[in-house]
């Protein structure tokens, strides 16, 4: 078997914006321009470059929630394209505003349980898999009865990551996951996901603008520019290695912030 946990190939995908009718017809931008992208088991990756990089859109192409134009994604030994259903069960996703993601009407304990609602479980099988993710984050039962505006911001977050483990997924992709922590809150987090990958066996794959958070995190990281990417190697990159100018400038850049 193969050590790719994710392999991604010639990825495009392009957006229609603006136009009106035969008036004025749309502009296409092209967010994903012909992209290769492979992640090993084991290995996390982290995917950087500034804003409109289009690294949220691979994401949402890799999760299946979006579908390319051209290329070919598999996840394992499944073609996520050809059977987007299969590949959800070895993946999951963490949105950058967990927020906007997680459904104030619902409790905790159900917000986490909903991606066992697919699997053949009984009631209390669900809710003692819920319990134990929720566990491994750091959030009590006694949490469980909860409904996210009582979480604070970090908490929240870690409610996305139990729920998004809860399935036992091998690759998790997170996009942003710091972004709108402060860094005290964003080192807790950066443990977190470290501690899962040691004791979940999960491999994320993270997109964000924080080189930092990538350098503490990943082993490999790719550089995206305007859909493309320019640069792809270890960790090694953010400490100077990089080739292309754009990694290096971006890299240099991030040291002065």
Known sequence: MSDALLDVRGLTK?????????VRPAAVRRALDRVDLVVARGRHMGVVGESGAG??????????????????????????LADPAAARASLSMVFQDPASSLDPRW?????????????????AER????????????????????????FSGGQRQRLAFARAIVGRPA???????????????????????????????????????????IDRLCDDV??????????????????????????????AAAGRG
């Open 171 to 213: 690759l998790v992709i997170a996009d942003e996951p710091t972004s709108a922590l402060d860094p005290s809150t964003a080192a807790r987090l950066l443990d977190l996901m470290a501690r899962l990958s040691d004791e979940a066996g999960v491999t994320f794959l993270v997109v964000s603008h924080d080189l930092h958070a």
């Open 14 to 22: 392009a957006y229609a914006i603006g136009g009106r009718g035969f």
């Open 107 to 123: 409790r905790a304990l159900d917000i986490v349980a909903e991606p066992l609602v697919r699997l053949a479980l009984a009631p």
């Open 55 to 80: 690294k949220s859109t691979l994401a949402r192409c890799i999760a299946t929630l979006e579908r390319p134009d051209e290329g070919a994604i598999r996840v394992g030994d499944v073609d996520a």
């Open 127 to 150: 809710r003692a898999r819920a319990l134990a993710a929720m566990e491994a984050v750091g959030l009590g039962a006694g949490e469980a009865a909860k409904r996210p505006h009582e």
């Open 222 to 251: 790719a550089v995206m520019r305007e859909g493309r990417i320019v640069e792809a190697g270890t960790r090694a990159m953010l400490a100077g290695a990089a080739r292309d100018d754009y990694a290096r400038a971006l890299v």
